[in-house]
């Protein structure tokens, strides 16, 4: 079956750093773009990052210079690196697969259950 497992999540202070990880089976990998969305409660889905199959990477203005997105197609995962985190980047974040379609991703034709991210003031 084709999954997406996001983890890394966690509780960590303001300024602090965070490494999530989506990690997918069932499909071919290496021929989809992968993004990472977010959202807090009361709030909307947000794009945050995204990584093409051929590595064009997008960041929303909020997290560029602090969030790194990468993939590695031998282990099926892409990453996300969070630096410098703030209270509003708290979130559940959730990893994404679309295939054709560049980035931002659009649709989102695979979903993780996503992985909480809690940065405390």
């Known amino acids: 079956q084709v999954q997406l497992v996001e983890s890394g999540g966690g509780l960590v202070q303001p300024g602090g750093s965070l490494r999530l990880s989506c990690v997918a089976s069932g499909f071919t990998f290496r021929y989809y773009n992968i993004g990472w969305f977010r959202q807090a409660p009361g709030k909307e889905r947000e794009g945050v990052s995204c990584?093409?199959?051929?590595?064009?990477?997008y960041y929303a203005d909020s997290v560029k210079g602090r969030f790194t997105i990468s993939r590695d197609n031998a282990k099926n995962t892409v990453y996300l690196q969070m630096n410098s985190l703030r209270p509003e980047d708290t979130a559940v974040y959730y990893c994404?697969?679309?295939?054709?379609?560049?980035?931002?991703?659009?649709?989102?034709?695979?979903w993780g259950q996503g992985t909480q991210v809690t940065v405390s003031s």
């Open positions: 994404a697969a679309e295939q054709w379609t560049g980035c931002p991703i659009v649709r989102g034709d695979y």
């Open positions: 990584i093409t199959s051929d590595r064009y990477t």
